[in-house]
């Protein structure tokens, strides 16, 4: 039947080509954006699941700042360790030539004792981000023996939680200003007949060539090499602390890869199929917009049904 007030052909044509359009302007919009999921009206689930696998990104960013943090408070603490461990050397070194007889040992109390303040300078200035690891006072109300750095952050459904690298400063403390505390330098220690004595507190100035006095030094230099031990004991503690930081670090980028290469896979457009589409939206374009014109065609010629 051919109707006037009814053209079924365009109907059917302005359908087709209004879906054409909107099939185009979607794939306009993933080339322009380059996302094929944009935003939640595009797929729900998939945007969804891409927010949060972002939003867990950021997190293992932060991670990551938090890694290297701490990577750079060990290494203040480790070259501080290292420089520790020189010094008490040269005070071992003066005190065995001190056991040379006619020495003038009070000129070599004054080199031990620069030696003495130099190692407190150091662990008073081995200071990062406000932390000091070696220079502590066990006896403050915020003291806190265990220092933790932010080194991982899981999701497991809903529930988040983060991982830490724990560090005991107080096997790697030099000073310790409370009273009962036991720095590695300012430790009381015992050697044979001498008692309850600190490295910080050694004074040959006034030890003569008597075999007492002579045993005394021989006392001093063990409780020096004592000291010495438990320095490098924290430097090789430090040392593995840093070496996991370094590891995990590494993880951490590679995870954040991992999850941003995810992220794609899920809302990323496949440019060569979006183009491939826009050149085959564009023929039916065409297409529907001729078939449009031919429809609306048909209805001239019920004119001619009234020609004389």
Known sequence: MTSLLTNASAVTALQNLSATNRA???????ISTGMRVANASDNAAYWSIATTMRSDNNALSTVKDALGMGSATVDVASAALKTTADLVTQIKSKLVAALQPGIDRTKVQGEIKQLQDQIQSVADSSTFSGQNWLSVDSGADDYNATKSIVASFTRSGTDVSTGTIDVD????????ADADGEGIIDKLRTANDTADVAVTDLDISDLT???????????????????????????????????????????????????????????????NQESTRLQALQVQQQLGVQSLSIANQSSQQILSLFRG
Request: proline residues 0%; aromatic residues 4%.
């Open 24 to 30: 185009m302007q979607t794939t306009q919009d993933r």
């Open 169 to 176: 400063i107080s096997k790697i403390a030099l000073f310790d």
């Open 209 to 271: 060539d008597s075999d007492a006095d002579q045993t005394t030094l021989k006392d001093y230099i063990s409780i020096v090499d004592a000291a010495l031990t438990d320095v490098t004991t924290a430097a090789s503690d430090l040392g593995a602390v840093k070496t996991r930081i370094g590891m995990q670090s590494d993880f951490v980028s590679n995870l954040m890869d991992a999850v941003t290469k995810g992220i794609g896979q899920l809302v990323d457009a496949d440019m």
